[in-house]
């Protein structure tokens, strides 16, 4: 599920174009209709041709239709007066939609959306040249579309490519709408860090539902039915239900636009820039360390103690900067900021932010979130707390060992910290936060345990799960898959070069002990499957046992079993992995309970006697040489008996 965001100047056509591409207003308030400007936070969807997937064409190839996949988008106001309810809506898209109208070209807005859309580090993002059917000299809109490749040029949009478009006579909508396609299918897919949070950018109420809450869901997923908690304050809640662009689901995915119907919280009790979680999963805090970036053109510098405004996700927070290791910051530099909030916030690590000066009202930079709960207010010049927080800036320690654990997974603990190149108190202390969450799996082998992030945890669950089903249909009458086949194949589709017995055997474990899988020391199947015969094959496997039971030591040959079932020889392999039969030494078929007692009574008698001969097994059941010679070897091979000479002993 993916989200894009517009941006740009007051009234060069936002919503406007939105509406051309959805078919839905995005201005919903009544004042917004009034002064034909948009006020506040506006949402709609479209359905996108998914890039990959037959070429990602918009119309029908050899009758064939481009599978398309559902985005959001949020439209936010441009004027100067609401950029704030602009910061609310921007935290969590995927790529921007910045609109330049072709009769105006580059405006202040313009400049500072884009500043915004810097700062926040948006992946990836197009400009729409709107309004270019009013334009009738082609030199003129050469001459803009320079201007703003100028503009991107040193910012993360830099290259992004410029779409000419009308909203009125729908010219370019088409190529729009396919270069949004390719954009985003660009992207790298949103990250589950199992631990979800969605930052509330609307809250409403509906007759029989009562309190709504809308958000992009960000680092995990949320079903309904799941308890959550609404941060600040931690009013406990429990998701009635959950909906994307009107449709009801009952999962949530990482980077989705979800609508939440949330019971045993009232509507008072929940604001814009609250934000809903797992419980115990985030923490508050009044107190944030920071990479911060001044804005090259800002008025003027940054001061220590100087009041801010801060923005993060859908919050507005008044605080107070601490600059850490210089007495100021001059427009265009970066420094180190201790932000202490008037009220507490609710960040996590590697979150981005802006600050704005409140009054004149002017974006003043933003950056990285480094640490979300320092322990204390730092001394300002302390060359330990310079050297941490440079080091936190390499990247969150959290995602660096992630990352690591991407590229080299199924690693111990101790190998992981020392393959991150942390530091160790940092480094242990993600780590430990990573396995609370559940962002990273231990697997305890027979050895030492092994990590493994969330993604590939799900995914080795989803493939073996996938490899049984499969295994089940194709062969319905076996009872499971061998576990040395179940292995072999499971490496081939993780894309391994080996996948050790002992890994192998502790992933097993844990779907079984999940209750996923069952098994025993030789198969293993999916819980809940049993073989089914028909009819027919119930008969002739009754006919067979029957053989079986009237000659329990001289029982018929796997060929005379073979040729009296005919095309079900099959069911000979479905009663021996049923235990019903059993294939010992020599390719000689028993009943299991009639070989059980067998091995009783040689065991037996050669506890009596000190040692047996292959004559006296001969004897002693009544049957040839050749039952007697297989009984034999199958118990030297089973370590039951030894062999020493003629004779036989017990081991």
Do not use: C
Request: glycine fraction near 8%; avoid cysteine; proline fraction near 5%.
């Amino acid at each position: 599920m993916r989200v894009i965001g517009t941006a740009g100047h007051v009234d060069h056509g936002k919503s406007t174009l939105v509406r051309a591409l959805s078919g839905i207003d995005p201005d919903r308030l009544q004042e917004e209709k009034k002064r034909g400007m948009t006020i506040d936070l506006g949402f709609a969807w479209i359905e996108l041709p998914v890039v990959g997937a037959s070429g990602a064409n918009e119309t029908a190839v050899a009758g064939i239709v481009s599978p398309t996949e559902t985005v959001g988008i949020i439209d936010v106001p441009g004027h100067i007066d609401f950029i704030k309810n602009m910061l609310a809506g921007v935290g969590g898209i995927d790529a921007a939609m910045l609109v330049i109208a072709a009769d105006e070209g580059v405006m202040p807005q313009t400049r500072e959306h884009l500043a915004i859309l810097d700062l926040l580090a948006v992946p990836a993002g197009l400009v729409a040249l709107t309004k270019v059917d009013l334009i009738d000299d082609p030199e003129w809109l050469e001459l803009v579309q320079l201007d703003i490749a100028e503009l991107l040029h040193h910012t993360q949009l830099a290259n992004a490519p410029i779409v000419p478009v009308s909203a009125t006579t729908g010219k370019g909508l088409i190529d729009l709408r396919r270069t949004l396609s390719q954009i985003l299918g660009k992207l790298a897919p949103r990250r589950n860090r199992a631990r979800p949070r969605l930052p509330i950018d609307r809250v409403f109420s509906l007759s029989g539902f009562g309190t709504v809450v809308t958000g992009t869901l960000s680092d995990g997923q949320f079903a309904v039915g799941d308890a959550v908690e609404i941060l600040p304050g931690g009013r406990a809640a429990r998701i009635r239900g959950l909906q994307s662009h009107k449709q009801s689901i009952a999962h949530g995915e990482p980077g989705s636009r979800l609508a939440i119907n949330l019971s045993g919280v009232d509507i008072h009790e929940v604001h814009r820039g609250s934000v809903v979680a797992k419980p115990d999963t985030l923490h508050t805090t009044l107190l944030i360390d920071v990479q911060f970036r001044l804005l090259a053109d800002a008025a003027k510098g940054v001061t220590h103690n100087q009041r801010v405004d801060f923005f993060s996700g859908a919050a507005e927070i008044p605080a107070t900067v601490r600059l850490l290791g210089t007495e100021s910051l001059e427009p265009g530099q970066q420094g180190w900021l201790q932000l202490r909030l008037d009220r507490p916030a609710v960040v996590v690590s590697g979150d981005r932010y802006i600050l704005r000066q409140p009054s004149p009202s002017a974006t003043l930079g933003g950056g990285i979130v480094l640490s979300p709960h320092p322990r204390r207010r730092w001394r300002r010049f302390d060359p330990a707390v310079l050297a941490r927080l440079q080091t936190l800036a390499n990247g969150a320690p959290d995602e660096i060992l992630l990352q690591t654990l991407v590229r080299h997974p199924f690693l111990t603990p101790k190998a992981l910290l020392a393959q991150s190149e942390l530091d160790l108190t940092v480094a242990q202390a993600a780590l430990a936060e990573l396995q609370s969450s559940g962002a990273i799996t231990l697997l305890a082998t027979s050895t030492e345990p092994v990590l493994l992030t969330l993604e590939l945890w799900a995914r080795v669950q989803q493939q073996l799960l996938a490899l049984l089903d499969r295994f089940h249909e194709q062969s319905p009458l076996r009872r499971g898959m061998a576990r040395g086949e179940a292995r072999s194949r499971l490496q081939n589709v993780l894309a391994r070069s080996e996948l050790p017995v002992r890994l192998f055997n502790t992933i097993i474990a844990q779907l079984r002990q999940s209750g996923a899988i069952a098994g025993d020391d030789s198969l293993i199947w999916r819980s809940g499957f049993a073989v089914h015969f028909t009819l027919h094959q119930q008969q002739l496997i009754d006919h067979v046992l029957t053989l079986f039971t009237n000659a329990p030591y001289t029982p018929p040959s796997e060929a005379d079993i073979g040729r009296l079932l005919g095309n079900e020889a099959e069911l000979v392999d479905v009663l021996i992995d049923q235990g019903v039969l059993v294939r010992i030494s020599g390719g000689v078929l028993f009943q299991q309970r009639d070989f059980a007692e067998i091995v009783t009574r040689v065991r037996t008698t050669a506890q009596e006697q000190g040692t047996i001969t292959l004559a006296q097994v001969r004897d002693l059941f009544n049957t040839s040489r050749k039952y007697a010679q297989a009984i034999l070897e199958e118990l030297d091979a089973q370590r039951i008996t030894r062999r020493e000479g003629d004779l036989r002993v017990l081991q």
